[in-house]
């Protein structure tokens, strides 16, 4: 069983920039694609970045292209997601998650942690 414990989460100003990182513990972290995913209050949970095994492929949602940067270190057991040009609604909690599957798919991921506050204020 793998365990995820976020961190990195806050309040910032629009045009801000946030780190969060996802520390790991368990089996299998280097072998599996880790992700982050977000959910805003009344809202479903959305895929924002994933990143593969080696670190070597990155996807990204459309809303946070550019703005959003998601690595891993595969020694420390820890997945980041570096934010910047921070907006409003890019308000919502964060969460990693891991799949040993290649998708972007929110049912693909078979566990989670448990989220981090990003607050955006305008």
């Known amino acids: 069983q793998v365990q995820l414990v976020e961190s990195g989460g806050g309040l910032v100003q629009a045009g801000g920039s946030l780190r969060l990182s996802c520390a790991a513990s368990g089996r299998t972290f280097s072998r599996d694609i880790m992700g982050w995913f977000r959910q805003a209050p009344g809202k479903e949970r959305e895929f924002v970045a994933a990143i593969s095994t080696s670190g070597g492929s990155t996807w990204y949602a459309d809303s946070v292209k550019d703005r959003f940067t998601i690595t891993r270190d595969n020694v420390k057991n820890t997945v980041y997601l570096q934010m910047t040009s921070l907006k409003p609604e890019d308000t919502a909690v964060y969460y990693c998650?891991?799949?040993?599957?290649?998708?972007?798919?929110?049912?693909?991921?078979?566990?989670w942690g448990q989220g981090t506050q990003v607050t955006v204020s305008s």
């Open positions: 998650a891991g799949t040993p599957k290649v998708s972007v798919q929110r049912p693909d991921y078979d566990y």
